[in-house]
């Protein structure tokens, strides 16, 4: 197990079962204030316990700005042959103190979720 910690991390609840998601694909991106897009910084996957503590790469430097986690869900629930509303869920916030850790839980079922900042 790595001993780095992402400046962001996240962490998905099934609020349905009370279970963690386990192994939803995860995606965070930033946005290019220039060209208005979104840029890919990593990819990844929640644990057993429906955390991505490595979200972002090891040594990576985060800087103020707008960003924007993307959770696969229609996936994830499948999987399970469940149907999904949402076929993915994303968050976008704004970083404004490189300083503090960033945590994005989300929780949800097949037809609703919910998130906040997290600590």
């Known amino acids: 197990m790595s001993a780095h910690k992402s400046p962001v991390t996240c962490h998905v609840l099934i609020a349905s079962t009370g ?48 960003y924007r986690v993307t959770f696969e ?12 509303f949402y076929p993915y869920v994303q968050i976008t916030f704004e970083l404004s103190n490189p300083e503090q850790h960033y945590h994005i839980p989300l929780l949800i079922s097949p037809y609703s979720y919910t998130t906040y900042r997290g600590s």
Do not use: H, M, W
Not at 74 to 80: G, H, M, Q, T
């Open 19 to 66: 279970q963690p998601g386990q192994n939803i694909d995860v995606r965070i991106e930033k946005l290019n204030q220039q060209s208005n897009d979104f840029t890919t910084l990593s990819t990844a996957q929640t644990n057993n316990d429906g955390r991505c503590p490595t979200l972002l790469p090891e040594g990576y430097q985060i800087e103020k700005g707008i």
């Open 73 to 84: 869900t229609k996936a994830f629930f499948s999987k399970f042959g469940q149907e999904c």
